[in-house]
């Protein structure tokens, strides 16, 4: 484990949650005026740079098959984005009142299940029932592609991957397409290919001295923090991202973490749990900060940011004790488990 990637992992976690805590006042009305952090969403490009370099550090140097490949990411994704999707589908159905844009519709429950962009029933875009979901769209085409890949032989499977993903943003704008071809070849994806391009540089006999890569890093979150869109941008939000990510691997390549964090480290390894359940979680302390009748202006509102940033992580953190672990480890018992013996990338 990289620990550096894991800190990256949390405080890209909290970045979507404080996006999203700021973007809505939701059920509190409009008597609360939140500051704009839409630079927040950049914690998407962040996690997408990381999977294309972790997917690359993790099999280059392994006999990785097609298919044990796949079933370790579907055990590491699908269990817990299952048993939420199915909880809010729940409540879609049985108190439909209790959601303000959440409604049953088979074809985008069935494409949710399924990873398969379908568009919502009331927003209008490609967003699941767990709607930040949308993300896990990308990841599992991802490793779908990831996976073909592992047919080839290594030296070929970086230039193959990097093709495909290029070839698909450039028909995408060439061609223009509409529904879910429009999805797929959206420029966004274009950061798992600089996760890659980070992940085979990482791999090679290459070292940057540790200020070097400091520097790097430091780089990367300036020029996101003045120039990041907050919209996926793969010049303004992805490559300060690989910036980011790559610094932060190269300074620990060949010497200690920056630093030493358990809490970043525990919300690093929590960081799915927090990027699921927060969405859950911000309607319901929005309820009780409403019914407990805390204002809404002036100091409050820093504390109102503030106390919902807090629980959506500490909801997070416990979802991934509580649910998220035992999930994965019923996951890897014999009944998900191939007939064949595979080696399973962590």
Not at 129 to 145: D, I, K, P, S
Request: proline share 5%; glycine share 8%; net charge neutral.
């Amino acid at each position: 484990m990289i620990v550096n990637l894991q800190y990256l992992r949390g405080i890209a976690a909290l970045m979507v949650v404080l996006f999203h805590v700021t973007d809505s006042s939701g059920r509190l009305g409009d008597a609360l005026a939140l500051p704009d952090f839409g630079i927040g969403q950049a914690g998407v490009d962040i996690f997408f740079v990381i999977s294309g370099f972790i997917m690359w550090v993790t099999t280059c140097r392994r006999s990785d098959t097609a298919a044990g490949f796949l079933l370790k990411r579907l055990q590491r994704i699908a269990p817990l984005y299952w048993i939420l999707t199915l909880a809010l589908t729940g409540v879609a159905v049985l108190a439909p009142s209790l959601l303000h844009s959440t409604q049953f519709d088979f074809d985008h429950f069935a494409g949710s299940m399924l990873f398969f962009p379908v568009l919502h029933p009331t927003f209008g875009d490609y967003n699941p029932v767990l709607f930040v979901g949308w993300t896990l769209n990308y990841e599992m085409a991802f490793y779908l592609l990831f996976a073909l890949a592992l047919f080839l032989p290594v030296r070929a499977r970086s230039e193959v991957l990097l093709s495909v993903i290029v070839l698909a943003v450039a028909a995408g704008y060439v061609f223009q397409p509409d529904g879910v071809a429009a999805f797929y070849t959206r420029p966004v994806v274009l950061e798992f290919a600089f996760g890659i391009v980070a992940g085979i540089a990482y791999m090679s006999a290459m070292t940057l001295g540790r200020s070097t890569a400091l520097a790097l890093l430091l780089a990367g979150a300036l020029s996101l923090a003045l120039f990041g869109t907050g919209d996926h941008s793969p010049l303004l939000d992805g490559l300060p991202a690989a910036m980011i990510v790559f610094g932060a691997a190269m300074v620990e390549k060949r010497g200690a973490p920056l630093f030493r964090s358990r809490l970043l480290l525990v919300l690093g390894d929590a960081s799915y749990s927090v990027y699921l359940t927060h969405v859950l979680v911000l309607p319901v302390c929005q309820i009780v900060w409403k019914v407990g009748g805390l204002p809404t202006t002036g100091i409050w509102v820093g504390l109102y940011i503030a106390a919902l940033t807090t629980a959506c992580a500490l909801a997070g953190i416990i979802t991934y004790f509580c649910l998220e672990q035992p999930l994965l480890r019923l996951a890897r018992t014999k009944v998900w488990r191939p007939a064949v013996k595979v080696a399973l990338p962590d």
